[in-house]
């Protein structure tokens, strides 16, 4: 079977429910790959919640979709304060970055707690800006970047990830929206262990399923790279076909 936008493979999947140090519940999602221990973990930041950005946002869903059967890759999705998806909505109100800080503290937290191993990052435009901001810590290997404003993010950030040595990896769209391959290689610059892929013709939503498949594929050769290439066929049974 080939893998489709739609294709749902198996995997281990469970609501779960985070908490915040300032008292709020955020509505998420644990995939695991099934009957076998996972052998690193995405923690996914979704895009801007005020422009319909949700843990469900189509690049994250489909990596909780595939990455466990194909990477063996644990796949943690949630949404942050004051968000809405199907899965529900998280407590709180939209912080425009700021009080996100403990929504992202809270989904590393559940990591540790459940014992997950090698925990990135996997933050999308508004999610970046978490990941530069809140998400340098001891427990996190290092994050991979798509689409990254560099916004509300800026120079102390990169700085406090070049101190702190860890890997950053930021995937930027040739005809982003708002940085661009160029002008990223220059900002990342002062982060030693920065690498910035650019992908020719790609927008900074990723719609298509060619621009998905290189996204995943580019997470996977860094945190399961025994995994990559990823296959574009299934041999297994599947769980069902998505919209």
């Not at 942050?80 to 800080?101: I, L």
């Amino acid at each position: 079977m080939d893998i489709r936008a739609s294709t749902v493979l198996p995997a281990e999947r469970r609501p779960v429910t985070l908490h915040t140090a300032d008292g709020l519940e955020l509505v998420g999602e644990l995939a695991l790959p099934a009957g076998t221990a996972p052998v690193a973990t995405l923690v996914c930041l979704h895009p801007l919640p005020t422009a319909e950005g949700m843990m469900d946002s189509h690049v994250l869903r489909k990596a909780s979709f595939r990455l466990p059967a194909l990477a063996g890759v644990a796949v943690l999705r949630f949404n942050t304060r004051g968000t809405t998806s199907r899965h529900g909505t998280s407590q709180g109100e939209f912080g425009d970055g700021e009080t996100e800080r403990y929504d992202v503290a809270s989904a590393i937290e559940f990591v540790e707690f459940e014992g997950l191993p090698r925990p990135w990052l996997l933050g999308w435009s508004f999610g970046t800006e978490l990941a530069l901001k809140w998400g340098c810590d001891p427990e996190v290997e290092g994050a991979i970047l798509l689409s990254p404003p560099l916004r509300r993010a800026g120079d102390a950030d990169l700085d406090v990830w070049a101190a702190s040595g860890k890997p950053l990896v930021a995937l930027v769209p040739e005809f982003d929206d708002y940085l661009r391959p160029a002008e990223a290689e220059e900002r990342f610059a002062r982060v030693p262990r920065a690498e910035v892929v650019g992908v020719d013709d790609a927008k900074h939503l990723w719609v298509g399923e060619p621009y998905v498949r290189t996204v995943l594929n580019e997470v996977v050769r860094r945190v399961a790279p025994e995994a990559h290439p990823l296959p574009t066929e299934w041999e297994g049974e599947y769980e069902r076909d998505t919209l």
